[in-house]
Structure formats: C-alpha cells, structure tokens
C-alpha cells in the first residue's frame, strides 16, 4: 500500500512534537543533576566582590571623615550665631569675649558638640578662636583661629581636612 502525501506529512509532524518533547525532558533531567557552582565560578564571584569592597571601602572611609569635620564646622557656625545673640543681650560686656561657659550657662547655646576652649571675640564681624576636640580617642582635632562666619560657611572638606580661605585647620596642639 502507497502511503499518500497527507499521511506523511502527519507522521513528520508526530516526530516533530516527540523531538521536540524529547529534548525538554532531556534538557530537564541534566538540570536537576547540576548541584551548584564549579570551583572556577565560586573563585569568580569571590574575585568581583573583593575588587568591589577594595574600592568601596576607602571611599566609605573619606566619607565619614568628611562628615566628621562638616559636623564641627556645623558646630563652629552654631557656636558663632549663639555668640550673636549674646552680644546682642548683652552690648556692654566689659572684655568683648564670649565663653563657652557665658553661651552655655546664659541659654545661648545649648550644646557646643564636639568642640572645647571656645573663645569668641566680639567685633565687625565677630571672630572666633576655638579647638574642635577629637571624635575619635587618640586622633586630633582642628583648630580654628580668628574665623568668621563667612568663613566657615565657605570652609572646604576634602579628606577630613578643614579648609578655610586656602588655608587648613592645624591639628589641635601642634
């Protein structure tokens, strides 16, 4: 018996469909027996995260000193704007000097953050001379010498570093 033409056509579709059901099963059963990553693909992985944490970290270290010293610039401006308010209270005062003492005890200020030896100089415009103690035991801290409130909110952080009209805060006792 002659096999006619639609009848091939049906049996080359049939083997099309079961190939093609052959290769899913097959594809299948070879990703159930994969049970995790090779060694070179492990090695991999660990390579790309460490050049990762190599770049991240030095970055995330600049970062919180930085914020470190715009914090104690933020400390100084709020200090120079209690003594404003001081000076305002009180035009008589007989040394033209505002402590730290006079700020906080009189209300002016109610916390100095991280900054001692505070001494502001009544004058146009006023200036103050204080030290900035240290965030971290051990480190040192900057010194602020004669620095107005246009200057300190022109101040610079580059690295930690405090810079004020070109010229950067000296550490603290040197």
């Given at each position: 018996m002659q096999t006619t033409s639609t009848q091939i056509l049906k049996t080359n579709q049939n083997k099309k469909l079961k190939g093609g059901f052959n290769m899913f099963k097959t594809m299948k059963k070879r990703i159930k027996n994969e049970k995790g990553l090779t060694l070179i693909e492990l090695l991999a992985v660990v390579v790309i995260l460490a050049i990762i944490?190599?770049?991240?970290i030095p970055a995330i270290g600049n970062i919180i000193s930085n914020s470190r010293a715009k914090a104690q610039v933020a400390d100084a401006i709020s200090v120079l704007d209690a003594a404003n308010l001081y000076f305002t209270d009180n035009p008589t005062d007989a040394d033209n000097t505002a402590t730290q003492a006079e700020l906080t005890n009189g209300g002016y200020l109610e916390n100095t953050?991280?900054?001692t030896n505070v001494s502001v100089k009544k004058g146009t415009p006023n200036t103050i001379t204080f030290t900035v103690s240290s965030p971290v035991t051990g480190a040192l801290g900057n010194t602020f010498t004669d620095a107005t409130l246009t200057q300190l909110s022109g101040a610079t952080v580059?690295?930690?570093v405090i810079t004020i009209n070109g010229a950067q805060t000296a550490p603290a006792g040197g």
């Open positions: 944490a190599a770049i991240a953050g991280k900054i580059s690295k930690g």
